[in-house]
């Protein structure tokens, strides 16, 4: 039997009939069309799948979408700034950050969430806030440099 859920995505509120067993990201992939939240591994092991739910990094695959009732979710979708990148997504462009791309949205969200809580963190915190999304391509220096790169330019 389906539930009912209310949340807010990027700002903009849903009302949607969910089954139980439903996982957030399938929620944002299949029923919003918000593909920008990748399913990588489905346990919780890659952080390809992290979104901010009440602007607390979360892996939206080992989240049900029932669990989400009531809540603001951002998704990557939501990181631009009038139809521009942001800061982040900006640093991540330049450094070299993004390869094949499809940790970038996890790490995006991450690196937000840092940069939120801590907008002047050390590797050290970098290192250890992005330690939970793996990525395959870049090796996470040019990860840590594009989260740097922006720590240092916050007034």
Do not use: W
Request: charged share 25%.
């Amino acid at each position: 039997m389906k539930k009912f859920v209310s949340l807010s995505v990027n700002g903009i509120t849903h009302d949607l009939a969910v089954e139980p067993r439903r996982t957030l990201a399938e929620l944002l992939r299949e029923d919003l069309g918000l593909t920008g939240t990748k399913k990588g591994c489905g346990i919780g092991d890659c952080g390809a799948c992290t979104v901010l739910m009440d602007g607390v990094a979360t892996f939206s695959c080992l989240t049900l979408a029932i669990q989400a009732d009531g809540c603001s979710v951002e998704t990557v979708e939501g990181l631009a700034e009038e139809g521009r990148l942001n800061r982040l997504q900006r640093a991540f462009v330049d450094q070299g950050a993004i390869q094949c791309g499809f940790c970038t949205p996890g790490m995006l969200m991450m690196g937000t969430e840092l940069l939120r809580n801590n907008p002047r963190p050390s590797e050290k915190d970098i290192r250890r806030a992005m330690s939970g999304n793996l990525c395959r391509c870049t090796g996470y220096q040019k990860i840590v440099e594009a989260i740097q790169k922006v720590s240092e330019e916050t007034p």
